[in-house]
Every structure is written in structure tokens, then in C-alpha cells.
């Protein structure tokens, strides 16, 4: 069977074909220069005050949050109804049992009232009917009626008329001579129910009627009034019940509906806090994704990726008042031509990737894709080994105004200038109060102010960190905005009050410093109105044999940045035997690409 020609297979139009694959990402509606610098600076809320600012302007962003938050607010609408549909099904269930306990009582009042109206059309002259069985052996059995009562005793003219009654009919006897017609019994009211009711049961149908029977016209209406007096008892008291438990289950109801309105206030004010939440979530969410952000603890914590483009936007900022020739001394490094193949470190070696390598790095780490851990970049080496310490004083007079925000941005500009020139370069980062801590781009960015100046801590430890150091550009910059206050006394514990005694000790650690070869000194004193503080960093400086810059906070970054471009480099020859030479791309033809064949296999 061949296949038809090509011409019979009728092919679709896709020329009106609408992209239905729309993004819904809120930050990559705003410049990312923006987002970075707003998050380094204010955090996560200055992100949702960007947001909402940039929403009136950008009708694209507001569609975007528009769309989120209905989507948002159909989720929490349906949690909400979850919640009362819930309470709807308990009132239902207490309406239906309200109904049927009305229904089970009113059957019991209508039974009632039948045995009521049979009670008014009964003749006790003849056995009741058996409904009324039961209320008339109650009746009858009652202590207080009439015939449950024993006879009344004589009255007083009862007993003289029988008294006299008896001697005239002793006297007939004994002179009569004849025999006197016995005496007429004497009538006697007897107890008939309780001769009548054995012990331990009640009365069968033949006692019942012996015992009617024996009542007379007073005590049989006497027990007709009884029945039916107690069978409307129990029917006003049956009523009194089905009210009680009317009201009862309307209370019910209103408890059930006010309960009902608080849920829905409380789930609806849940809902929207959820609502809130998830949008929050949502700029993390994006944040996270884009690396500027991870989550630690709970809380949104920033990353050395935000760090490090954070620091490259201040960078540019401040090369901007730079002077030309500052600027071009900022790019780049005095290159040798020989390459290495090493670990990616900034992400401007990206253009420089290794893919097959990168690509290997990845899969043995059980990864599909290359990130930063196992990308592979060819690296031209410098000429010129740079080791640089960058000081930050964080006491608590560095905690006024802006001077350690701007003291830790210009020390930022610097390091990615830095970095950007030597990209091999040793940086060491450390903040001093009473001690010492070296810090990396985020610990410096989020540390806090804090107490006394311990200069001379901060310069032995870089005299520590240089000593060794095998670079033969070694270089310390240090920013702070006052005199020495504390010391570290031959034990190792910090003291401060004593401004004297810390001076002394920050000067020997000057002279220690100062021998350290070769070596080069700059203190960045922010102004202040105590004219000691400059007179003490000027000995300093002058101890350490370096350049001491005085300035406002807002210009601390151009200063830096002027020194270190000032700094003169050293060349080097790299031997030929440590490092393989490898040629920079070329332009196309057989020789360029031998070019790049080489380089991909060097190193």
C-alpha cells in the first residue's frame, strides 16, 4: 500500500491559531533591577508595596493581580460555604428532630384527649372501656378519696341517743315478758378498694366492677370527676412539655443561627486572611523560583544571589559619578591568554560554559539539567594575585541615620568590583564591634549594629588573613565612623571604657599590620563633628602607612571605588608548565574553529 501524495492530505490552517498559554507570574510584569534593589532594602513588604504601587501604573501587573484575586477569592468563597454548609446540615438535623418530638407529643395530647372525651361519656355502672382502665383502678386506688377513708367516729348525740337507746331496750327485755324483735343491724361504712385489693397487685376486671358496684351515686361522680381531672393533668402537663421543648429547640435554633452567623464573620475574615496568604505566598513563591529568595524557618530570608545582583546594582549606581578612566579601570583584568576549566563562580562566565563537561557534572549528580553547582566555565587567568580585606565598623554609633546601610552598599560595590576585575580574587569580609566576625555578602547585608569599636581586633585579623596570603596584591579597606573604644587584653577578653588603653593597642596593631608586604591601606572616616575621631584615624593611618579618606555617608562608594581603581597592577608570566594555553574564540573558518577545538579540550 503506498502512501497517498502529498498534495491529497488537506493540511490544517494554522495561521489563526491563538496562543492560549498566557503567564500569570506578577513580577516578570516589573523590571527585576527594581524587585532586586526594593527586596535587598525593605524586605518582603516593600515587594507588596512595590506591587501595589506599580498596579496603578501597569495595566498588565493589575490584570494579572486582578485575575489571582478572584481566583483567590472563588477558593476562600468556597471555603466559606463549606464551613455553613455544615451548620446547615446540623440546623436540618434539629429541625427534624424538633419535628418529630412535636409529632410524638401531639400524638400523646390527641390520645389523651380521646381518653379525656371517653371519660366524660362514662357510666360507671358498667365496666369501663379498656383505654380507661388503667386511670380508673388509679382513681380508685387514690389514699385521699372518700372511700379510701375509714368511717367517721359518733358525735357525742350519737352515742347518748344509742346509750339511752340500749337501756330502753333492757328494761323492755327484762319487765316486757316477751321477746323483743332483734335489733335492726347497724349500718357500717366499710373500706371496700382496700378489702378489695390484694396485696402486690392491682384490680382485674371482676374487682374492678364488684368494687364500682359498691360506690354510691356521690362516689361514683365523686371518681368520674378524679379520671377525668387526671387525665386533664397530664394533658396540661403534656402540653407544658411540648412548649418546653418548643422553646427548647428554638433557643436551640437561634443559638444554632447566631453560631452559624459568627462562623460565616470568622470563616469569611479566615478566608480573607487566607486570601491575603496565598497572594503573599504567591510573590514568594515567584521570588524563591527566581533565586532571590528561600524560605528559612517560616520566614522569607534573602539569598547571596540577591546579594550579588544587588551589589552590581549599586555598583553601576555609583560608577555613574565616576570619572571616565575610573570606570574603564573597573572592567575587567589584565589577562595572560590562558584559560582554565573550573567551577562557575559569577554568572557573568556563563558565556564562557564547558557544556560537555557541565553536562556530565550534572548527570553524575542524578540531574537532568545544569545549574550553578555543576556548570563548568572556561576561566582566563589574570595576571595579578589579589587578596583584599574589606573592614566594616558596626558599632552602635554606625547604627544613626543611613551609615551602616551605606557603609555595607559601598563595601558591596566594592567587592563586585572586585570580583569583576579578578574574578580569582581572595575577598574576606569581616564586621567588628568588640569582636570580630568574618561574614559572607548576606551575613554583611543583614547584620545588625552593635556595640563598642574595637579597631585594633578588626586589624590584627586582617593582619592574620594577609600574612599568609600568597597574593602579591594585598590591600585593606576599612569603614567606620569613630575612635577606637575597646581593646582585647592578653587573655583574649574585650574591654572598653578605657580610650587610651584601646588607642595604644589599635597602633600596635597598625605597626603589626604595616609589615606586612606587599600592602596597601585605606580608612573611609565618615564625617563627624568630634574632630578627636579624625585626629585618631589619621594616626592610624599614618601607622599603617595608608590613605585616610574623610566623607559623607552618601558618597562612601565613590571613594572606595576611586582607590581601588587606582591601584596599580603587577604582571606576571604564568609558567607554561602549570597551565595549558588556550586561544579565545576566534572569527569562523578552519583556523578559528581548530581555535575553539583546542580550547574545549585544554584544561
Not at 378489702?195 to 374487682?207: A, D, F, H, I
Not at 579578578?422 to 545588625?448: C, G, H, K, M, Q
Not at 565612623?481 to 589599635?506: I, V
Amino acid at each position: 500500500m503506498t502512501s497517498p501524495p502529498a498534495e491529497a492530505l488537506p493540511l490544517p490552517d494554522c495561521s489563526q491559531v491563538v496562543e492560549d498559554v498566557e503567564s500569570d507570574d506578577l513580577l516578570s510584569t516589573i523590571d527585576s533591577a527594581a524587585v532586586i534593589q526594593v527586596l535587598a532594602e525593605q524586605g518582603e513588604a516593600g515587594v507588596h508595596s512595590l506591587v501595589e504601587q506599580l498596579a496603578a501604573e501597569n495595566s498588565e501587573l493589575a490584570r494579572r493581580i486582578a485575575r489571582l484575586r478572584e481566583l483567590l477569592k472563588r477558593q476562600a468563597s468556597s471555603r466559606v460555604s463549606r464551613v455553613l454548609e455544615e451548620y446547615d446540615r446540623r440546623s436540618h438535623e434539629v429541625e427534624l428532630d424538633r419535628r418529630a418530638r412535636a409529632d410524638e407529643l401531639q400524638h400523646e395530647m390527641d390520645a389523651l384527649e380521646a381518653r379525656l372525651a371517653e371519660a366524660r361519656r362514662l357510666h360507671l355502672g358498667e365496666l369501663p372501656d379498656t383505654s380507661l382502665f388503667a386511670d380508673v383502678q388509679q382513681a380508685l386506688l387514690l389514699p385521699t378519696a372518700s372511700w379510701m377513708q375509714p368511717p367517721p367516729p359518733p358525735t357525742l348525740w350519737e352515742r347518748i341517743r344509742a346509750f339511752f337507746a340500749r337501756i330502753g331496750a333492757f328494761f323492755r327485755r327484762l319487765f316486757g315478758g316477751r321477746k323483743t324483735p332483734a335489733d335492726a343491724p347497724r349500718e357500717e361504712r366499710t373500706v371496700p378498694i382496700a378489702t378489695l385489693l390484694p396485696v402486690g397487685r392491682g384490680l382485674t376486671p371482676s374487682e374492678l366492677s364488684e368494687a364500682l358496684a359498691r360506690l354510691t351515686p356521690r362516689q361514683q361522680e365523686e371518681l368520674e370527676t378524679s379520671v377525668t381531672r387526671d387525665i386533664s393533668e397530664r394533658e396540661r402537663a403534656l402540653a407544658r412539655e411540648a412548649e418546653a421543648k418548643r422553646k427548647e429547640a428554638e433557643a436551640q435554633r437561634r443559638r444554632l443561627e447566631e453560631e452559624r452567623k459568627e462562623a460565616e464573620r470568622r470563616a469569611q475574615r479566615e478566608a480573607d486572611q487566607w486570601a491575603r496568604q496565598a497572594e503573599e505566598q504567591r510573590l514568594r513563591r515567584e521570588l524563591t523560583e527566581r533565586g532571590l529568595a528561600t524560605e528559612r524557618g517560616g520566614q522569607l530570608a534573602i539569598t547571596y544571589s540577591l546579594v550579588e545582583r544587588f551589589a552590581k546594582l549599586v555598583l553601576e549606581a555609583e560608577s555613574r559619578s565616576l570619572p571616565g578612566d575610573v570606570r574603564m579601570s573597573l572592567k575587567g583584568g589584565a589577562a595572560t591568554g590562558v584559560y582554565e576549566k573550573a567551577r562557575l563562580r559569577i554568572p557573568d562566565e556563563v558565556a564562557h560554559l564547558d557544556i560537555p563537561s557541565s553536562v556530565l557534572a550534572a548527570r553524575q549528580a542524578g540531574s537532568r539539567h545544569i545549574d550553578e553547582s555543576t556548570s563548568y566555565v572556561f576561566r582566563e587567568i589574570l595576571a595579578e594575585r589579589v587578596h583584599v580585606v574589606l573592614a566594616l565598623d558596626k558599632s552602635g554609633s554606625m547604627g544613626e541615620g543611613e551609615k551602616l546601610p551605606a557603609a555595607k552598599k559601598a563595601l558591596l560595590a566594592l567587592y563586585v568590583a572586585v570580583r569583576r576585575r579578578y574574578p580569582d580574587a581572595t575577598i574576606d569580609v569581616l564586621a567588628f564591634d568588640n569582636e570580630v566576625r568574618l561574614l559572607d555578602l548576606v551575613s554583611l547585608w543583614e547584620t545588625p549594629p552593635g556595640s563598642f569599636t574595637n579597631t585594633g581586633e578588626a586589624l590584627r585579623t586582617a593582619f592574620l588573613l594577609l600574612r599568609s596570603s600568597r597574593a602579591n596584591r594585598k590591600e585593606l579597606y576599612l569603614v567606620t565612623d569613630g575612635l577606637p573604644e575597646a581593646y582585647t587584653d592578653a587573655d583574649g577578653t574585650t574591654k572598653s571604657g578605657n580610650l587610651d588603653r584601646a588607642m595604644e593597642y589599635a597602633l600596635a596593631r597598625s605597626q603589626e599590620l604595616s609589615s606586612v608586604k606587599p600592602f596597601r591601606a585605606t580608612m573611609v572616616l565618615i564625617k563627624s563633628e568630634h574632630p578627636d575621631y579624625e585626629k585618631a584615624a589619621r594616626l592610624l593611618t599614618h601607622q599603617l602607612g595608608g590613605e585616610l579618606v574623610v566623607t559623607e555617608p552618601q558618597r562612601l562608594g565613590i571613594e572606595l571605588l576611586v582607590r581601588w581603581a587606582s591601584g596599580k597592577e603587577q604582571i606576571r608570566q604564568v609558567s607554561p608548565e602549570t597551565r595549558t594555553p588556550v586561544a579565545p574564540p576566534a572569527a569562523a573558518g578552519p583556523k578559528g574553529r581548530r581555535r575553539k577545538r583546542d580550547r574545549r579540550m585544554g584544561g
